[in-house]
């Protein structure tokens, strides 16, 4: 087996790790990444439709969840969402904003690796591709096995993500590297992901039904974009978003139609009309009808009684579901928890009872909102680990 020494070794080939390997690269270390993956950087391919949601123009500390919530702030101030874009721009790469600050490239989400490669080959990176790892383990310096090689550093950044999507070849030997040098797991649990029903909840039969404009609220927490129904559950923005929030057993609750004056709504609506006709005015038709008992639906407005009414209110505004589980990390866009961030140096990356050892992006317990704050979090605590390593 060959002996190979260099100054820094990364693992994982993914948004993080090329972000680290090329900033380490350029700094003139002598850099190696390692991936067991035979493409790279499989998530950015295939995020926001092919077109990658590279970051937001509203990223902030706020938009992160972790135990330790004032972690990020170092990473994310020391390289911005706008760093990323002059990046992106001086590769002749364009961009455009859809909803909510959320930014894509004009090309294509090849375009984006390709840059990331093209940073990499400029630091002169060593690939290791199709390269699994045997071993790990330290000896004054850090000792990475794989089949062929074993490579010695003084510095190892461990950039393997967390366990979404799996079938793209996710696993958790990030946070197996993290225990074995003694550092803590907080528990993990997949996020931004659909949330599946009880069969009774009656909604698979609407399967496709989009409500485009909800509010979901778990507590003092809440997201208002569109919301999906689909066979098993539901999805959509609003429901991914609130997802990293939900714990099994807990509830959360839709506003169906926020901001509307439902006082001055239902003041306006025809006495003579059914119920399910004038809430139809309000929601898709195929929604109402399974949402609402055909008795109820069926009736004149004017037969509903003033408390009647107020209860139809309130389920507009509260309506209360208590989620099965959820569709779990197959169908997760990222992974909430990770390696303690209590036991990392926010303004390296690197463990504070372990020096030259780094964690960064998804392995890490920051998870980000909906929208390109979790690739926005690859590049800043990339950048910050490259730049310390």
């Known amino acids: 087996m060959l002996s190979k020494t260099c100054d820094v070794i990364v693992l994982g080939a993914g948004a993080a790790g090329m972000m680290a390997a090329a900033t380490a690269g350029l700094r003139g270390r002598r850099v190696v990444l390692i991936d067991h993956a035979t493409k790279l950087a499989e998530k950015i391919r295939i995020s926001g439709g092919g077109r990658c949601n590279f970051t937001n123009l509203h990223a902030r500390p706020e938009c992160y969840l972790s135990q330790n919530p004032h972690f990020c702030k170092s990473a994310l101030r020391q390289y911005t969402q706008h760093a990323f874009i002059t990046l992106l721009e001086s590769y ?97 649990a997949p996020a931004l992901v659909p949330l599946q029903l009880p069969p009774e909840s009656l909604l698979a039969e609407i399967s496709g039904v989009a409500l485009e404009d909800t509010v979901a609220r778990i507590g003092k927490t809440s997201f208002r974009e569109a919301s999906l129904v689909t066979h098993r559950g539901l999805s959509g923005p609003a429901i991914l978003q609130i997802s990293s929030f939900w714990q099994p057993g807990g509830e959360i609750v839709l506003d169906l139609a926020p901001e509307q004056d439902l006082d001055a709504f239902f003041a306006a609506a025809s006495r003579v009309a059914h119920v399910g006709n004038v809430l139809a005015e309000l929601l898709p038709r195929r929604f109402i009808d399974a949402w609402l008992s055909e008795e109820v639906r069926a009736r004149p407005f004017k037969q509903l009684s003033p408390k009647e009414v107020v209860a139809l209110k309130e389920k507009l505004r509260r309506w209360s579901l208590r989620p099965s589980g959820s569709a779990g990390y197959k169908k997760a866009e990222v992974t909430r928890g990770g390696v303690d961030t209590q036991q990392l140096e926010s303004k390296t990356m690197m463990a504070k009872a372990v020096p030259g050892l780094y964690f960064t992006g998804e392995v890490m317990d920051v998870t980000g909102w909906l929208g390109g704050y979790n690739f926005q979090w690859a590049w800043s605590s990339g950048f910050v680990a490259g730049s310390n390593a």
Request: glycine fraction near 12%; charged fraction near 20%.
């Open 92 to 188: 002749g790469l364009s961009w455009h904003e859809k909803t909510l600050g959320q930014l894509f490239c004009d090309q294509h989400s090849g375009a984006v690796i390709d840059m990331l490669k093209a940073e990499c080959d400029r630091g002169n990176v060593a690939w290791r591709m199709d390269t699994a790892i045997t071993a790990v383990r330290r000896n004054g310096q850090f000792i990475v096995e794989t089949a062929a090689e074993t490579w010695h550093a003084d510095a190892l950044i461990v950039a393997t993500g967390g366990l979404s999507i799996p079938q793209i070849g996710a696993t958790g030997i990030g946070y197996d590297i993290a225990r074995q040098f003694g550092l803590d797991i907080v528990e993990t």
